[in-house]
C-alpha cells in the first residue's frame, strides 16, 4: 500500500507530465461544465494550480459565482488518475511569474492568437486554484479506490 507522501508524489508527477487538465465548474443552476485547460503548477507542489482563460467566459463567471471546482489529471495511458479539489479566484492582476506566464500561453496560444486576431482589445485572466483535496487512483499500483488526502495551506 502507497504511502500519503508517495501517492502526493506519484500524482505530482503525473500532474507535472500532462499538458492540459480537466477544469469541472458548476454554473447558477447547479449544471456542471468541464472543458480541457492547459496549467500550470506553482512552486508549492499541488497546493496551487495556474490556467489562462478570456476575461468574458463562462467558466469566469461561473467561478466568480461558485468557486468549488475540480481538477482531473491522467497518465498518458490513462490508467493513473489525479483529481484535484478546491476553490479558484480569477485574478484581474498578473501575480504570476513569468516562467508560470509563458507556460500559460504556450499551452493555450491557439486561443490567445485566435482571440487577439478576432478583437484587439480580447482580455485574458489567471485564475488561480488553491487545492485542498487531492485523490488518487491506480489500479496498476494496487490502488482500486480513490486514495484521498487533504491538502494543508501552503505558505508561499
Known amino acids: 500500500m502507497l504511502t500519503d507522501a508517495q501517492v502526493l508524489s506519484e500524482s505530482l508527477r503525473i500532474v507535472n507530465r500532462a499538458f492540459v487538465g480537466l477544469l469541472t465548474t458548476v454554473d447558477k443552476d447547479s449544471v456542471p461544465h468541464a472543458r480541457w485547460m492547459g496549467t500550470s503548477l506553482a512552486a508549492d507542489g499541488l497546493h496551487t494550480i495556474y490556467t489562462l482563460s478570456g476575461k468574458t467566459t463562462r467558466k469566469v463567471q461561473q467561478i466568480r459565482s461558485n468557486p468549488a471546482v475540480c481538477w482531473v489529471y491522467s497518465a498518458d495511458d490513462g490508467a493513473d488518475v489525479v483529481t484535484l479539489y478546491g ?49 488518487f487512483l491506480s489500479p496498476r499500483q494496487g490502488v482500486l479506490h480513490p486514495r484521498s488526502i487533504e491538502l494543508t495551506p501552503s505558505r508561499r
Open 87 to 135: 476553490h479558484a479566484e480569477v485574478m484581474t492582476s498578473p501575480s504570476v511569474s513569468q516562467a508560470i506566464w509563458d507556460r500559460l500561453v504556450d499551452c493555450a496560444r491557439e486561443y490567445v492568437v485566435s482571440a487577439l486576431s478576432n478583437d484587439e482589445e480580447a482580455e485574458f485572466v489567471t485564475i488561480e486554484t488553491t487545492v485542498s483535496r487531492v485523490e
